[in-house]
């Protein structure tokens, strides 16, 4: 019997044990390499564009030998202003990139040894970098669309008497989000964080090219798109599947999404769901590639993302409060 990818050694390429053996001078030459490949890792002006720097290597810095601008390898990223080691940011995004659920907050702060703090907005970081891949991603082939609620549960009163029918829309928390996801099927996923799954109508005028063939259950919000694209409809209450029509990979997103949630994060509160919606997305589209392949696929997102106006400074914000 044929094994799976996930299980053979192709799926493993990077260890957390090679990157603390290989050390800080390592870990540096990776994100150096990765920040300039056009110029085999030799550092490149941010500012004036040239290639040629003397470097000072008592603080890994860089001096450009046409305009004198000081610089470093996360200089203008979303890794600027760093205070964790090269070594330490690297073992992060592994533990990341092998987490298939994901991973809380309070365990990468362990793991690492660094407060939560540091490894709550690291994370956040990282999953602002890889949500930029599918930014202006357009899908063309045959995609589907579907939506789940999270969030937002109602909690039943301890007296039987006054509990209230949480299904009615009145008794719902005003927390509870739709993520709408639009899967093309062996291509990637985008997804979108809305109140209401009609949303999920404008988001796919905008992302999908015309020519593409849409896939959706028998909400009524959808026959809007009927008129646009060529669309099948599945009713979930007489088949899953049938005749070619089905929303089976969106569904198995949102089975990924829901245990990243449940199971590694436990609560995720509406004004971030859509960075943990974009990170599962991201895991889901590149589950066949290696372990090694995603962190490198992290590292030169993050290098190419400017200093994020979210997360940069966003415990010393919310001390002032």
Request: aromatic content about 8%; overall charge positive; glycine content about 6%.
């Amino acid at each position: 019997m044929t094994q799976h990818f996930l299980l053979s050694a192709a799926s493993k390429t990077l260890k957390l044990k090679d990157i603390y053996q290989g050390g800080e001078d390592a870990a540096y030459a990776k994100f150096c390499a990765l920040r300039w490949p056009e110029n085999d890792g030799e550092a490149v002006c941010p500012r004036c564009g040239c290639c040629e720097a003397y470097s000072i290597k008592s603080r890994r810095k860089f001096e450009c030998k046409a305009c004198k601008h000081h610089f470093s390898v996360t200089s203008g990223t979303i890794f600027a202003s760093r205070k964790l080691s090269f070594m330490d940011i690297l073992a992060a995004i592994c533990i990341l990139a092998n987490a298939a659920k994901g991973v809380s907050s309070i365990q990468l702060s362990r793991d690492l040894g660094v407060q939560y703090r540091t490894a709550f907005v690291l994370a956040h970081k990282v999953r602002e970098a890889i949500a930029t891949e599918t930014t202006e991603t357009v899908l063309d082939d045959e995609c589907e669309i579907d939506g789940a609620y999270f969030g937002g549960a109602v909690r039943p009163h301890n007296i039987e008497a006054k509990r209230v029918d949480r299904r009615l829309k009145e008794n719902r928390s005003p927390k509870r989000r739709v993520v709408i996801a639009l899967r093309e099927r062996n291509g990637r996923t985008l997804t979108k964080v809305a109140r209401r799954e009609a949303e999920g109508v404008e988001f796919a005028m905008e992302r999908l090219d015309r020519t593409a063939r849409l896939n959706a259950d028998e909400a009524s919000h959808w026959d809007a798109l009927e008129m646009i694209f060529p669309l099948k409809r599945i009713n979930h209450s007489e088949a899953y599947s049938l005749n070619g029509a089905c929303t089976n990979q969106a569904e198995s997103y949102f089975s990924r999404l829901r245990r990243m949630v449940g199971g590694q994060h436990h609560h995720v509160s509406a004004q971030y769901l859509h960075q943990y919606a974009a990170h599962a997305a991201w895991l889901a589209d590149h589950c066949r590639e290696s372990n090694g392949a995603l962190a490198n696929r992290i590292v030169r997102n993050a290098m190419t993302v400017p200093v994020s106006r979210q997360w940069k400074g966003y415990w010393q914000r919310h001390a002032a409060a």
